[in-house]
């Protein structure tokens, strides 16, 4: 079982930028893939990013690419999101999600691919 508690999270305006944290519960979190999703009111749950259990390889969403970097520190069970030159339309629920298949090697867009999820974190960007 693996608990995750997202932080980080706040007002900023447009153009800002804000770093999310993810502490991951127990000692097998080297061995997941994580990533991050985001809900906005009314919409569906979107992917963001994901990395893969040792941080080499990561995948993002084409509307953060080139603004926001997922990162992670096993040593301290956390998963980060830098997030850049925000814009209102990044709006959302954060959410950071743990996926144990594949030994954390294979990288997923599907959240329901993801077995622990945290409770999430609000990101409102002003314009």
């Known amino acids: 079982q693996v608990q995750l508690v997202e932080s980080g999270g706040g007002l900023v305006q447009a153009g800002g930028s804000l770093r999310l944290s993810c502490a991951a519960s127990?000692?097998?979190?080297?061995?997941?893939?994580m990533g991050w999703f985001r809900q906005a009111p009314g919409k569906e749950r979107e992917f963001v990013a994901a990395?893969?259990?040792?941080?080499?390889?990561?995948y993002y969403a084409d509307s953060v690419k080139g603004r926001f970097t997922i990162s992670r520190d096993n040593a301290k069970n956390t998963v980060y999101l830098q997030m850049n030159s925000l814009k209102p339309e990044d709006t959302a629920v954060y959410y950071c999600?743990?996926?144990?298949?594949?030994?954390?090697?294979?990288?997923?867009?599907?959240?329901?691919?993801?077995?622990?999820w945290g409770q999430g974190t609000q990101v409102t960007v002003s314009s």
């Open positions: 990395i893969n259990w040792s941080g080499g390889s990561t």
């Open positions: 999600a743990a996926d144990s298949r594949w030994s954390g090697v294979i990288l997923t867009t599907t959240p329901t691919a993801y077995d622990y």
């Open positions: 127990g000692r097998t979190f080297s061995s997941y893939a």
